[in-house]
């Protein structure tokens, strides 16, 4: 599990661990991951030209001394200063007594940098790059050496991810002591490159329970419900799917491939689409209406392809969990959800949650924590964000917000999330509460989309073919 805290807990496990260490300690172990960390990227250090922009504070202290011993191994090291005034004083001494300069010309020493190390603004900056920064910035990433990111990208927004300005992209972030939710949910997530984390012993000093986590193939391995010696298809899980119409029949047929193919001991289906459901999968066990006669289920999926049929009230009404997507989100009621007496998950993209928001799709994009915190806590059900980086909440404030970025650009495709919400639903159905259905659906989805993609296009079908590749992938020892 990888765990995200907010700044305001950074620099309390900082202080407490500082109080513990002589002067100084705390950036050294940092300056000495750092300086190591880019001298991997860089390969060959003896001659290799490295260019510091340098802000303020600490944060520019930590690239001033990685500056330093990489000096000492032979790279030539400019420090491009935006606060001379302002320069962590003990960093820039090191820099300069290893033998590292400050820049004259910094546009020159960029033209010709083999690595720039950012340490403009650090985990506390808020609001975008000042404007004395943006050409340094502009010029950083136009100059064509890799740009390496100190703690965070300058510009974005550690605890939120947001990115409210001008910030500086980088090829990669090497973080100290532990994630940051910025590092992980987007956009700033897109700013950070690969990320590196450097243990400087903070952890003993932070708390139990992170603002933001990312599952891991270990943790999605414990959670995946196994069949034992004594199961049936009934107590494996029946999931029921209300989805599809006479004009979005394959949205049916996606979800119950989903489903299938995550587990589920049966899948029943309720719903005007049930010839091509039938055709396509035999072993459906197909209802008619209404969906309260459809047999005992575990959970229930309803909504995708729905257009403006009915059944989302109706699933409601029942006493199992329930996962509402797609057209099942139009018009639903917060009132109606949280009345509920069981476990409602609600699964919408950007632009669904906006409508579920009142907002813009562009405020959901720029804002995603604050949005999927604020649906949960509207609707008093788990919400699971899709998007490049996806986000599940629980509607308990308390629990870390749970980020995946398994996926792949190419998942952006008709009927993927349709697949994604049978996939789901029979996790839910499983046994899984709905926080960690979400999670590890999401997970188990991204996967099978690369898998599928391997960088090239693919079709929601292939999502749903390669779920059990993914599946075993996940739960190999």
Request: with cysteine; charged share 20%; hydrophobic share 45%.
């Amino acid at each position: 599990m990888r765990h995200a805290y907010r700044v305001d807990t950074v620099r309390q496990a900082e202080a407490a661990l500082m109080s513990r260490l002589p002067e100084g300690a705390l950036m050294q172990r940092a300056a000495a991951g750092l300086a190591a960390a880019v001298a991997g990227l860089l390969q060959r250090v003896y001659g290799a030209r490295v260019v510091l922009l340098v802000g303020s504070g600490d944060n520019g202290g930590d690239a001033l001394h990685a500056g330093a011993r990489l000096c000492r191994r032979g790279a030539r090291v400019d420090a491009v200063l935006l606060a001379p005034d302002k320069a962590h004083k003990g960093g820039l001494d090191a820099l300069l007594k290893a033998g590292g300069r400050v820049a004259d010309d910094p546009y020159q020493v960029l033209a010709s940098a083999d690595l720039v190390l950012d340490g403009v603004t650090g985990i506390g900056g808020r609001g975008g790059l000042r404007p004395d920064a943006v050409p340094l910035a502009r010029a950083a990433r136009g100059c064509g050496a890799p740009v390496v990111a100190v703690d965070l990208p300058s510009g974005v927004e550690a605890d939120t991810g947001e990115v409210r300005g001008e910030s500086l992209r980088a090829d990669a972030t090497v973080t100290f002591g532990t994630y940051k939710p910025g590092l992980l949910i987007d956009p700033a997530h897109e700013y950070a490159g690969a990320v590196r984390l450097i243990g400087i012993g903070l952890e003993p000093y932070l708390p139990s329970v992170p603002d933001a986590e990312a599952l891991q193939h270990a943790d999605v391995a414990r959670l995946l419900p196994r069949p034992t010696a004594e199961s049936d298809k009934y107590r494996r899980g029946v999931i029921g799917v209300v989805a599809g119409s006479v004009r979005y029949p394959g949205a049916a047929v996606l979800a119950v491939a989903g489903a299938l193919r995550a587990g589920a001991g049966a899948v029943r289906y309720v719903g005007p689409a049930a010839d091509a459901v039938i055709a396509r999968f035999p072993e459906t066990l197909v209802h008619g209406w209404p969906p309260a006669k459809a047999g005992r289920v575990q959970a229930w999926v309803v909504g995708p392809g729905l257009g403006d049929g009915p059944g989302v009230a109706e699933v409601l009404d029942t006493d199992v969990p329930v996962l509402v997507d797609a057209d099942g989100l139009r018009a639903l009621d917060p009132a109606a959800v949280r009345a509920r007496t069981a476990a409602t998950l609600l699964t919408p993209h950007a632009g669904e949650a906006a409508a579920l928001l009142g907002v813009s799709r562009e405020e959901v994009e720029g804002a995603r924590l604050a949005s999927v915190r604020r649906l949960a806590e509207t609707y008093g059900a788990t919400v699971l964000l899709k998007g490049s980086t996806t986000l599940v909440a629980d509607p308990d404030p308390r629990r870390p917000v749970r980020v995946n970025a398994t996926g792949t650009s190419w998942l952006a495709t008709a009927g993927s999330g349709d697949v994604l919400s049978g996939l789901t639903g029979s996790l839910l159905a499983g046994g899984l509460e709905p926080f960690d259905a979400a999670s590890v659906g999401a997970y188990l989805h991204g996967l099978a989309g690369r898998m599928a993609s391997r960088g090239a296009p693919l079709s929601a079908h292939d999502v749903a073919d390669a779920i059990p590749r993914a599946w075993r992938d996940t739960a190999a020892p």
